[in-house]
């Protein structure tokens, strides 16, 4: 399983424009600190537009290649890969098998891989938002428990992973991973990693249950995506579902998504609400995401048809040097690279969240002192502020922005709205016997 630091920046295509122009993109995600980049499905989309309604995996989006270049579009392909890596940027893209275009040929050339009704019409995808049943009638969804060629359909899918490693992609975000079964995640995975054992394979898991999470997990994932985004900074579930699957496989968090609302239009532009949001989502977990346009603060949420990069909009903030920084803590400390154990302490003020983590890989120990408020300032005290780890070595303040230079017991400090105070110490080694 690959450990390694996963500071991700998600570029949406439809936003970046045409693939020479994405090489500006990578200087400035290098810049932040982020290491790899993840960028949703590129491929030749059906009559509906979708990003995700893929016609024909070995085509391309026509909105994203140059049509004035001497390239072809596959070149085209592989030199804006070669440019990500020569910016030290390591490059995941989405792998969609649960289902595709309603109107890509496959339906007509393999109809014994997909699901279809009683009355001859073929089923699509669809999935439960707040209780509301959501169809995508665009997409035609693969059978991949009934299907009578299981084989020729599991080879079809080994071409098109082969097709893009072999473009120089590294990784892949596997979209909606628990529809499909872990068996075929485990010959999937397992058979690329035997030639190719660098490849990372992270798990879309969001919107389904803990135990299905845990299943896909065990599929041989690298990564999975959490739910951190979504917490209240209160409540018992986060960490309930973290210590569920940390076990099984380290999780990515993220502020937003190409899924979700934009953050800066959710909190009407507070920008110390998207400050918080990102130092708690990046120190979290063992990974993090950020979409392109969160660094400045952008309000419109990407749309996987309508979105063009006219809509790249004005910066509203810039958040780059806060981004760098929360990047370089998460990059020097392995304790936020692992889904170390964790815990909420308990204090005197809740308008302030104190989280606790504990290395097992080394021998690190971190304090998150964290003001809930993002419109006041709040009182965080504590007699003893080392009573709080278990380490006896001083306290280093690690902080994005100001950092005291010592940490006093008793401890007193005001939290500007939504400021995040990060606390470093280490245990002593245990001498082996």
């Not at 392109?292 to 309508?306: L, S």
Request: aromatic content about 12%; some cysteine.
């Amino acid at each position: 399983m690959n450990m390694e630091k996963m500071i991700v920046y998600n570029l949406f295509p439809l936003l970046a424009g045409r693939f020479p122009r994405w090489k500006e993109h990578f200087g400035r995600a290098a810049n932040m600190g982020f290491n790899w980049v993840f960028v949703n499905p590129i491929q030749l989309p059906g009559a509906s537009g979708s990003l995700y309604s893929i016609a024909d995996y070995f085509r391309y989006n026509p909105l994203l290649v140059d049509p004035e270049s001497k390239q072809t579009a596959e070149e085209q392909v592989s030199n804006m890969v070669r440019a990500a890596k020569k910016a030290g940027l390591r490059m995941m893209i989405d792998l969609v098998i649960n289902h595709c275009s309603v109107d890509a040929d496959l339906l007509k050339k393999h109809p014994e891989w997909f699901v279809w009704q009683s009355d001859g019409k073929i089923a699509h995808p669809g999935c439960n938002e707040n209780g509301r049943k959501i169809v995508w009638k665009d997409l035609a969804r693969f059978d991949h428990r009934h299907t009578r060629d299981k084989d020729g359909m599991y080879r079809f899918f080994r071409r098109v992973m082969d097709h893009l490693l072999d473009l120089g992609f590294q990784g892949f975000r596997c979209d909606a991973a628990y529809q499909v079964p872990a068996s075929l995640w485990k010959r999937l995975i397992g058979e690329t990693k035997s030639k190719r054992p660098e490849t990372v394979f992270a798990a879309e898991t969001l919107g389904c249950t803990t135990e299905q999470t845990r299943r896909t997990a065990a599929a041989g994932f690298d990564y999975i995506f959490n739910s951190s985004k979504w917490w209240d900074f209160n409540g018992h579930w986060l960490l309930e579902q973290y210590n569920l699957t940390r076990d099984l496989a380290p999780s990515i968090g993220f502020p937003e998504s190409h899924d979700t609302l934009r953050l800066c239009d959710e909190l009407e532009g507070n920008v110390n609400g998207l400050r918080q949001r990102y130092l708690f989502a990046s120190l979290f977990s063992a990974g993090v995401m950020m979409p392109i346009g969160f660094e400045y603060g952008a309000r419109r949420k990407p749309h996987v048809v309508k979105t063009r990069p006219k809509d790249w909009e004005e910066p509203y903030v810039d958040l780059t040097p806060f981004i760098r920084e929360t990047n370089t803590i998460k990059r020097a400390h392995p304790v936020f690279q692992e889904e170390a154990p964790t815990e909420v302490l308990s204090n005197g003020n809740p308008n302030v969240l104190v989280m606790w983590k504990g290395s097992l890989k080394t021998q690190e120990e971190a304090l998150l002192i964290l003001n809930k408020d993002i419109h006041n300032r709040q009182t965080f005290s504590t007699p003893r502020i080392h009573d709080l780890v278990q380490a006896g070595a001083p306290l280093v303040d690690v902080s994005p922005g100001i950092r005291l230079d010592y940490i006093p017991d008793p401890f007193s400090y005001e939290l500007a709205p939504g400021q995040g105070i990060v606390l470093i110490t280490n245990r002593d080694e245990v001498p082996e016997d």
